[in-house]
């Protein structure tokens, strides 16, 4: 469960759900907002409807004072006809007013007590003045029955008025809510767009962080290691699976190096055991084949000289057939391990190389400090190979032999004004050079192009003379 919880899925699924649930709740609230807002606008229409009606209705109850009024002073019934169409309308607008008010208790008492005043005030006032006004027009012209109809139609605008300002509070407060959920939907919006742009960008950030980040680090890596490289490391302490990535990739490249290192060790313990079967051979040779050859040709130089002269003759010529044989087996014990090297060390070694050269050698050699044994074959070889190339390749006319020890480094150059194109081929003696030098911890690199000479650059570790080819390591 640990590793589950720590793991780059259950990071993804929780940052996902953070942002889900805040654009959710952001969409909640505005819908919710929005509702309101929907709901206050049609209840602000409603609260319209109802001051429509109501001034409608009040209009009503004016033409009825109009039409009483003209007649009351004319006489006429021409007058009455906005009385009779009042009289008529207003109990229908009575009952739309009462429909519009009818889910508020308050409004719809106070429709009931307007339309109660309007009857009473038809019933009790302004129909029996009507009949007066046709039996006795002076009495209902007198002045308290005028005044009556004043303070009835005065009641009745009063009425009005307090319903209008009723309904008007109303819809002021109606209005405010749909200001103030307005606003909250502007703000749930605002908020819910603010947090969803913060929240993706820090999942991109962190996304980058946790994962891209750590890829194209592990991806370099990879490209380090698959350069030779093996040094490299990566932090280790990503999340989740990155982590694991990281960790994975340091054991890979501490496996490799392990590898590289014991492979290294086991080519430098072939180099050393080949150097030692050279020496031995070429001591088996010194004391043993050679030292017989020697002792061989000596006694046939006593012999020929007690011989008869045709005698002597052929045994000077079997002697100098020794002799030659003798010289061809020292070259070779050469060859195969240079006495002089064990003995006088590097310097003595390269004087002698360049003694026997065939191509004139120029010698440049600050070795004051006698380094390990195989640092000293490996030289050697090097610069005996490029000899060997130069004299049968490169058709050089001379060879610069520099060497030059560091506090650590053997440097060698080996330089021709040959023709050049030379090349470690497979098999050659360039190749092999090659092996035995990066068995030592050392480099080689050649420089050959075609027309321009060759040279040979050898860096070896500096190990003290007795020192083991791991050492360098």
Sequence with gaps: MRDVRGGLTFRLVVASAVLAVVVAVAFAVLLSSVGRLRDLQQEAGRSGEVLVGANHLEKLVVDLEA???????????????????A??????????????????????????????????????????????????????????????????????RADFDRFGATETTKADQRQAQAAAADHRASVAAAFGLAGSLALVVAFGAYLTCAIARPVRRAAVMAGRIAGGDLDVQLPGHGPGEVGVLERSFNTMAASMRRNRAELAASRARIVAAGDQARRRIERDLH???????????????????????????????????????????????????PAILSEGGLGPALKALARRSPVPVELDLDVPQRPAEPVEVA????????????????????????A??????????????????????????????????????????????????????????????????????
């Design 67 to 85: 039409g009483q009024r003209g007649f009351i002073i004319t006489a006429q019934e021409a007058f009455l006809d906005p009385w009779t169409t």
């Design 87 to 156: 009289r008529a309308a207003i109990p229908g607008q009575v009952r739309e007013l009462a429909a519009l008010v009818a889910d508020n208790p308050t409004q719809l008492a106070a429709v009931r007590q307007i339309d109660q005043t309007i009857t009473s005030y038809l019933d009790d006032y302004s129909i029996p003045l009507l009949n007066t006004t046709r039996t006795n027009p002076a009495a209902a012209r007198t002045i308290a029955v005028t005044q009556e109809g004043k303070a009835r139609i005065e009641t009745l």
């Design 287 to 337: 004391d043993g084949i050679q030292q017989r050859l020697v002792s061989l040709v000596l006694d046939l130089r006593t012999v020929e000289a007690e011989l008869p002269e045709d005698n002597a003759v052929q045994a000077g010529q079997v002697a100098d057939g020794l002799a030659a044989a003798l010289d061809e087996l020292r070259e070779l014990s050469r060859g195969i391990h």
């Design 379 to 402: 030289a050697y070889y090097v610069v005996s190979e490029a000899l060997a190339n130069a004299a049968k390749h490169a058709e050089a006319t001379v060879v610069t032999i520099e």
């Design 404 to 473: 030059r020890s560091t506090v650590d480094r053997l440097c060698l150059r080996v330089h021709d004004d040959g023709v050049g194109g030379a090349s470690p081929t497979p098999g050659s003696g360039l190749a092999g050079l090659v092996d035995r030098v990066e068995a030592l911890g050392g480099t080689l690199k050649l420089t050959s192009p075609p027309g321009d000479g060759t040279e040979l650059t050898v860096e070896l570790p500096l190990l003290p003379a007795g020192a083991a080819p791991g050492d360098a390591r």
